[in-house]
């Protein structure tokens, strides 16, 4: 009995050490990678996000409008009671409902716009059609370049200056 505890112990420690790696190593949510991806993609996203909304609408009113139970559906998939009751007592008629089916796939949506996008983007980067994103060092190290070539510049731009100044003097004194 001691030597099993023994080993529960061990394995409680590795379950922690476990869930401790977990908590390091812990994923960016769905809305995070969206906004970050919006951040840096912006140009790629937008379209690629409102194609996929409209698409998505278009479904569900294309569901609704077809006569397909969608309440029933929206109950098979689990979608709570409170959130089916209005639309089961609304007369507000097939817009409505195709809305309320598009809101509650929301966390889809985003899923299959994020997925589409890093498709499109690939797709985009290996035609050369835009340039990827420089990671966070490469950003730095253009800067620091940047930066350097500036301070360059404004030392040789001042010390021209300078030499124009002293030319300038020399001719009033001559005068």
């Known amino acids: 009995m001691k030597s099993f505890q023994k080993l529960d112990r061990s394995n409680d420690n590795t379950d922690k050490t476990k869930k401790d790696n977990q908590k390091e190593v812990k994923k960016p949510g769905l809305i995070q990678r969206f906004k970050q991806m ?14 996929t909304c409209l698409l998505w609408y278009g479904g569900f009113y294309y569901l609704v409008r077809s006569g397909v139970d969608v309440i029933a559906l929206l109950e098979y998939v689990g979608v709570t009671e409170k959130l089916l009751q209005p639309l089961r007592e609304s007369k507000a008629g097939y817009f409505a409902l195709a809305f309320a089916c598009y809101k509650i796939a929301s966390p889809l949506r985003y899923a ?3 997925g589409v996008t890093t ?16 990671s966070s060092q490469r950003l730095k190290e253009m800067m620091q370049e940047k930066k350097d070539n500036l301070q360059e510049r404004y030392q040789e731009s001042k010390q021209t200056y300078k030499d124009q100044l002293k030319e300038f003097k020399d001719k009033v004194k001559k005068m």
Do not use: C, E, N
């Not at 498709?119 to 420089?134: E, W």
């Open 38 to 51: 919006s951040r840096d993609y912006w140009y790629v996203l937008l379209p690629v996000h409102g194609v």
């Open 119 to 134: 498709l499109a983007l690939r797709k985009l980067i290996a035609l050369g059609l835009i340039k990827p994103v420089p």
């Open 112 to 114: 299959v716009t994020l």
